[in-house]
Each structure stands twice: as C-alpha cells, then as structure tokens.
T-cell receptor
Framework: AQKVTQAQTEISVVEKEDVTLDCVYETRDTTYYLFWYKQPPSGELVFLIRRNSFDEQNEISGRYSWNFQKSTSSFNFTITASQVVDSAVYFCALRRGTYKYIFGTGTRLKVLA | GAVVSQHPSWVICKSGTSVKIECRSLDFQATTMFWYRQFPKQSLMLMATSNEGSKATYEQGVEKDKFLINHASLTLSTLTVTSAHPEDSSFYIC???????????FGPGTRLTVT
C-alpha cells in the first residue's frame, strides 16, 4: 500500500520555538520522491523540498531542515526559530516512480506571537 | 519559471448550473495536467489526469460525466463541473507537468461554492 501519514493534526507553538513536523510513508517502490508543501490561508501550495529515495542526506535551507531516514520511512521537517508567517498547513507527499502524488492529511501549524 | 494559473480564483454558482475552471501553464508546455480536489481541512485528492489531445483518466470514484476535463492545448486544461450541487463545493487545484515522469507545478486553486 502507498500511504503518507502525518499524525500531527495541529501544532501550536510560540514564536521563536523550534517545531518538527512528522511524516511517515509507506511504499513498496524502490524509486520514489518525497515532498513537503506549505499551504497558507490563501490556498496556494508552496513547494518546499523534493527528495528522491536514493538521497538520504539531510538538507538545511535557512530556518528549514529536513531529516530523511529510509530505515524508519520518515521524512521529518523542522522549522527553527518559528515565526508567525510560518503559520500554515504543511503537507508531506509521496510521488511514486510515475506521476501520482499521494498527500498526507496535513499538519496545521499555528505560530503564536 | 514554471508558473501555473487558474481562473477563476473563486466562483459561486447556483445548484443545477455548470461551471468551468481553467488551468493554464504560463511559461512551459504542459503535456500532462492534473486536477485535485480538497475539502475543508482535508488533504488533496487526485481526481483525474489529462494528457493533451486525449481523454482524461479519472480516479476511482470520480464521476467522469459530472467532472468534464478537456486538455485541448499544451497550455490549457479545463474542468467543468456539470449540474453542480452543494456537495461539489470544494477547493479545486490543478497542476501541470511536462510529462508524467516530471515535476508537477501547482496552480493557486479555485474555490467553488454551490448554493
């Protein structure tokens, strides 16, 4: 079965706190891609990162970092020193070798001033 | 680059009428376009995949006669919700790709409200 699980439905943090959003995936494919998207209240999906299944290197981009662990089928996303503008729904997604994206149910992040 | 637009961004229509949503790739040729549906506070669900010049492929459970998809050119796909009902109210998002193996670029979405 192909599945993406984001167990955290909603997280609230105070500004400047670090927060980690969890993503666990299931796939039998050996080649796949993992994504994180941000969906602010406007609704438009904002691409954050893509990672292929052969690249387990962690990535850091400014205040964002991602930890990909194939051994636990996880692709977690950490925001360091969170800001109010980070408030949004964050989706983790799995793309199999072909085109189909499977989205998780999303985690709503609220950063309080 | 890789910009996808949708029109309209929001629409309100009466029950029983049809509404058309356009999805355009502005700076690339989209061989394949995808239509997703997102209910409030839920995830995105793929409705159908369309390739330019051929019939769309619908996901299981999606009524092809209700959600008409046309991909007449490499830059335009349309989704027509026919005989809309309140339960069709949703956020519709399209994405476009240069091919089924390639990256998808998402449009800003269209919020449909059926009264």
């Amino acid at each position: 079965a192909q599945k993406v699980t984001q167990a955290q439905t909603e997280i609230s943090v105070v500004e400047k706190e670090d927060v980690t959003l969890d993503c666990v995936y299931e796939t039998r494919d050996t080649t796949y891609y993992l994504f994180w998207y941000k969906q602010p209240p406007s609704g438009e999906l904002v691409f954050l990162i893509r990672r292929n299944s052969f690249d387990e290197q962690n990535e850091i981009s400014g205040r964002y970092s991602w930890n990909f662990q194939k051994s636990t089928s996880s692709f977690n996303f950490t925001i360091t020193a969170s800001q109010v503008v980070d408030s949004a729904v964050y989706f983790c997604a799995l793309r199999r070798g072909t085109y189909k994206y499977i989205f998780g149910t999303g985690t709503r992040l609220k950063v309080l001033a | 680059g890789a910009v996808v637009s949708q029109h309209p961004s929001w629409v309100i229509c009466k029950s029983g009428t049809s509404v058309k949503i356009e999805c355009r790739s502005l700076d690339f040729q989209a061989t394949t376009m995808f239509w997703y549906r997102q209910f409030p506070k839920q995830s995105l669900m793929l409705m159908a995949t369309s390739n330019e010049g051929s019939k769309a492929t619908y996901e299981q459970g999606v009524e092809k006669d209700k959600f008409l998809i046309n991909h007449a050119s490499l830059t335009l796909s349309t989704l027509t919700v026919t005989s809309a009902h309140p339960e069709d109210s949703s956020f519709y998002i399209c994405s476009a790709s240069t091919g089924t193996q390639d990256e998808q670029y998402f449009g800003p979405g269209t919020r449909l409200t059926v009264t």
